[in-house]
């Protein structure tokens, strides 16, 4: 998927996912290879790797794809450390790297040939969430009605309602206007809803 394919890189987690041990040794190597401070391999673990949890979930929700979403989340974090001389500590890494992630995988879908689908919805009612009794009964069937919402939806839906990112933060990651940010994630819902209301109804 990724034009970078190095999966082989890095030790993976039991659980799936690059292990913050191996994650290091990379970026190690990387640190000697551009003459970079050691101490910037230090503020990259200590700000960044804490992070890798989220980024390596939500790579997978985008992706559908295990294999996919290692190579996702390898990528990010070597793309934000080769960048990391310029951050500033303290601000917000964590919409950095996911800046980078999304970024990475539309490049990637792009290269592919691909590109994620928008569809129009007709009375598809308010833009509200899921009710929380439906994410906490129905765990397995949201899961898997977010898995077939069209990508450019499931990602609003996952950065908005699962990792919690605000509007504003969503608008700089994703690169578009609040607008779109809000009409995506109320497209999103809606379809969510509707796929839930057919599986709760059959």
Known sequence: MLDA???GDLPLRPGGGASPAGLSTVLLAATSAE???????????????????????????LTRNAADAEDLVQETYLRAFRAFAGYTP?????????????RLRTDGLRKAGRSPQTIELVDDGPAVAPPQEALAGGQEDIVRALDHLPEVFRTAVVLRDIQDFSYGQMAKILGVPTGTVMSRIHRGRALLRRALTGTHSA
Do not use: K, V
Not at 36 to 61: D, N, V
Not at 96 to 101: A, C, G, R, Y
């Open 35 to 61: 003459g970079s401070r050691a101490s910037l391999e230090e503020c990259f673990e200590r700000e960044a790797l804490p992070l890798m949890r989220q980024l390596h979930a939500t790579a997978y929700r």
């Open 90 to 102: 303290d601000t917000n890494i964590r919409a950095w790297l996911f800046t980078i992630l999304y």
């Open 5 to 7: 394919n190095r999966r």
